[in-house]
């Protein structure tokens, strides 16, 4: 009895262990996190447990009461299965990525790898030059760049006061200024050329100066009228192409406006980081330490050393400990955040009032760190390729970078471009051309009958028709007293 008793306590003793063994996120001791390879076969040589170091930042890595989780948990797990591997994951002692101090030593997840405090280190840790003198890494896992988070609030207080001219690109104002500009040119011309427009040049005086084709473009334009009207066929084609062309584009602009008006996509007066730097309204910084910060202060690009020295002057007041920091600064107050693009769109995506701005600069990518040497490097670097080319790579991205910000109808607005209208100013320019070859052909016709009966050339009496409407000193504006003898 006392044998069979030993014996089912030891089974027992056993499956308890074996049990334990698989638990996955089981917290040891402090910020310790063990779990195994599920893999290991009959016979096979127990799997190496590697110390894993990573830090805390969503959605890379998050405590879930007594578990850790994660986008680099969901990774690190994928890569355990592949190469027959445990692991222990650790939360980074000083909660920094990784930078050299005063003294020389390296802070940071970095200097656990240099210390051989841990063997990897799977986190957002952005691949640099600087690092990889003293650590390696393997090929990135996720790519990334250098981008602008802000609140859309603050960025509205800036917003300009010439909002009315968004529907429409800098592009297509400056055609229709140009179109306009040409169709009353074009009427002028008309008005001058046509003999049913203006039958003696040398008694009457022609109404439609440049002015007034100025004033009956912009009077057709707002849809108010404006005299004189054409009375020939060349100048009313002329007309009736500028009135369609200003009707479509009102609508054009009414329909434009009014969807960004509903959508609440107004431009953004921060496009760039140029723009970052020109106004004084929002403060900005990035993590002290990072690796950010030392993209700006290496740069040679002005705009890039104008914001170095920005942040370099203010550190103690723009320059934050870790992302958390950044997220409250950027909600609570007028505070843009430069940082890793990736991470601001994943706070985008779950704070809705939060926007990134569309630049991005100094392309990267995220890659795990092993130590100097170490043979771990070449076999994740496979190992993640295949993860890549298998699709698993995006599962995780979708996984983790879901959005919970909702928006009603579409989702994106832009002003009209050129393309956009470009039948709309063919129609117009085909309309112009017509109304000016029908005045040259009135013009012509008339010169003809009146050369057939002076005994004239045809070339010389369109000459002279010409000669006398484009002196304007001696024909449009003499009063018909002083021409008579």
Request: contains cysteine; charged residues 20%.
């Amino acid at each position: 009895m006392e044998e069979a008793f030993r014996l089912a306590l030891c089974v027992m003793m056993g499956l308890l262990l074996l049990r334990g063994s698989r638990l996955a996120g089981a917290i040891e001791t402090g910020n310790a996190v063990s779990k195994g390879s599920d893999e290991e076969g009959e016979g096979a040589a127990d799997p190496q447990t590697l110390t894993v170091t990573t830090i805390l930042q969503d959605p890379y890595a998050m405590a879930r009461g007594a578990e850790l989780e994660g986008y680099c948990l969901d990774l690190l797990d994928a890569l355990a299965k592949m190469l027959h591997f445990n692991y222990k994951v650790t939360i980074v002692k000083d909660g920094r990525y990784g930078a050299v101090s005063s003294g020389g030593n390296w802070t940071g997840m970095v200097g656990e790898i240099v210390r051989q405090e841990a063997d990897l280190a799977v986190a957002p840790l952005t691949i640099t030059s600087a690092r990889d003198e003293v650590i390696s890494f393997t090929m990135p896992f996720l790519a990334t760049g250098i981008g602008i988070l802000f609140r859309k609030e603050a960025a509205s207080q800036g917003a300009s006061l010439f909002g009315f001219l968004a529907p429409f690109s800098k592009e297509t104002w400056t055609g229709v200024m140009v179109a306009y500009l040409l169709t009353c040119l074009c009427l002028f011309l008309a008005a001058r050329l046509s003999p049913c427009e203006w039958k003696e040049p040398k008694r009457e005086e022609n109404h439609f100066t440049f002015l007034n084709s100025l004033w009956f473009g912009a009077g057709a334009l707002t849809l108010q009228g404006a005299a004189p009207h054409p009375k020939a066929l060349s100048g009313r084609i002329i007309a009736a192409s500028w009135w369609l062309f200003t009707i479509s584009l009102l609508a054009a602009y009414i329909a434009n406006f009014t969807a960004l008006l509903r959508s609440g996509n107004e431009p953004l007066p921060i496009q760039t980081f140029e723009d970052l730097v020109k106004q004084r309204e929002i403060e900005f910084g990035t993590v002290e330490g990072s690796n950010t910060f030392q993209f700006f202060k290496n740069s040679r690009n002005p705009i890039h050393q104008m914001i170095y020295e920005y942040m370099d002057k203010r550190r103690d007041h723009v320059l934050v400990k870790n992302y958390h920091e950044a997220v409250q600064r950027v909600l609570e107050s007028n505070y843009a955040f430069i940082g890793e693009s990736i991470s601001q769109d994943l706070l985008a995506a779950r704070h809705c009032n939060l926007i990134r701005a569309p630049e991005v600069v100094g392309a990267r990518g995220f890659g795990i760190a092993t130590a100097k040497g170490s043979p771990w490097a070449n076999k994740l670097s496979l190992a993640v390729l295949k993860l890549g080319e298998s699709g698993n790579l995006d599962y995780l991205r979708n996984k983790w970078w879901e959005t919970t910000c909702f928006h009603k109808g579409p989702d994106t607005w832009s002003p009209l471009k050129p393309q956009a209208m470009g039948g709309l100013f063919l129609v117009l320019a085909i309309g112009l051309a017509l109304g000016v070859i029908v005045a040259l052909v009135e013009l012509s016709n008339r010169s003809r009958r009146a050369a057939e009966r002076e005994k004239k050339s045809c070339c010389s009496g369109l000459i002279e028709e010409l000669s006398h409407r484009f002196r304007i000193k001696e024909g449009a504006r003499e009063n018909p007293e002083k021409v008579k003898p």
